[in-house]
């Protein structure tokens, strides 16, 4: 089916950027629904879960310290295509390479840190967006 849903997290940089609204408004632009919406505080349980696949690398403890470092806006978003769609909302991970017109490119930039701090997370498969919506709304 081509309706999907996908896992979107505002990282706490974008929340405490005051970037909530914005990250949201561009989701809602797209033609996207919310099917959940909630301000999170993330658990280093909860990130081994979410961030497997990163484990053992060098920006693995960073990234998780970043993820702990304030609360987090994650969200369910359903529409056609939307795991690929939200990700090229969202541009390339390296803020500084993210194309202009994406979150990323638009919002992001590097600010010399161990992690990129680049705003947003949005699931890369159905299988990880299975996985991933599993993990931050169990009752999905
Ligand atoms: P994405 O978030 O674009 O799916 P990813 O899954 O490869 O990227 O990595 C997860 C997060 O980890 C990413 O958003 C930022 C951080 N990260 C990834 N690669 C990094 C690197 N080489 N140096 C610093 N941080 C990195
Ligand atoms: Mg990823």
Known sequence: PAVQRTLVLIKPDGVRRGLTGEVIRRIEAKGYGLVRLELRSATPELLADHYAEHQGKPFYEPLV???????VV?????GQRCIEGFRALAGATDPTAA???TIRGDL?????????????????SPESAAREIAIWFSDL
Not at 65 to 71: A, D, H
Not at 74 to 78: D, H, K, R, S
Not at 110 to 122: E, F, I, K, T
């Open 99 to 101: 194309a202009p017109g």
């Open 108 to 124: 992001g930039r590097d600010w010399g840190l161990a992690v990129q701090q680049n705003l947003v997370h949005g699931s890369d």
């Open 74 to 78: 994650a969200m369910v978003v359903e």
């Open 65 to 71: 310290e970043f993820m702990l470092s304030g609360p």
